[in-house]
């Protein structure tokens, strides 16, 4: 079974850039997580879908961050502009349902905004 | 609200036993969880144990759960070059809450 998939690996822009990352959750997986990871600390969610929906965007800045999961399946996240205080590594987890279910996540899109 | 305190560091010798700690606030959740994160890789899901549980071993790692004191450890027996990563604790229903994470460095 193939993983949770994420593009780019990394990605270098400067402050009031505009970025966005791809997620590739695993078939089948109804749910979709998008974590902001600072160095340092441990994953902060940023947004949960379920299916197209949005379930929890509460610690999402949504001045300046969006994401979008149209079919139900990839979902992209967006920042701009971009500031310092953004460089952490985003990652994307996976899960069947929701809820207790447990979470796969992919191996993260390493962001460095200068 | 929920927290999560890890201690930050962690190092050990090959075929030692590694003892992570992971104290916590609120006991709503149902479940606990282990991940395990390699450099420049996404967290891996190690084990998880029930919060009406107090004991539960898989292989080389014993999770012990100690409600009243609202403290978790993960043990790893033999501890491996291989074992070398951070560990998150993360506590929660929907969302998770994970800690800061733990480096544990193997010795040779």
């Known amino acids: 079974e193939a993983g949770v998939a994420q593009s780019p690996r990394y990605k270098i822009i400067e402050k009031r850039q505009s970025v966005a990352f791809w997620c590739n959750p695993i078939?089948?997986?109804?749910?979709l997580y998008w974590y902001q990871q600072i160095l340092g600390q441990g994953p902060k969610l940023l947004i949960q879908f379920q299916n197209n929906g949005v379930v929890d965007d509460s610690q999402l800045p949504k001045d300046r961050f969006s994401a979008e999961r149209l079919k139900g399946v990839d979902s992209t996240l967006k920042i701009q502009p971009a500031k310092l205080e953004d460089s952490a590594v985003y990652l994307c987890a996976s899960s069947l349902e929701g809820g207790l279910e447990t979470q796969y996540f992919g191996p993260g899109t390493r962001l460095l905004v200068l | 609200g929920e927290d999560v305190e890890q201690s930050l560091f962690l190092s050990v010798r090959e075929g030692d036993s590694s003892v992570i700690n992971c104290t916590y606030t609120d006991s709503s959740s149902t479940y606990l969880y282990w991940y395990k994160q390699e450099p420049g890789a996404g967290l891996q899901l190690l084990t998880y144990i029930f919060s009406n549980m107090d004991m539960k071993q898989d292989q080389r790692l014993t999770v012990l759960l100690n409600k009243k004191d609202k403290h978790l450890s993960l043990r790893i027996a033999d501890t491996q070059t291989g074992d070398s990563a951070i560990y998150f604790c993360?506590?929660?229903?929907?969302?998770?809450?994970f800690g800061k994470g733990t480096r544990l460095s193997v010795i040779a």
């Open positions: 078939s089948g997986h109804a749910t």
């Open positions: 993360a506590w929660g229903n929907t969302p998770l809450v």
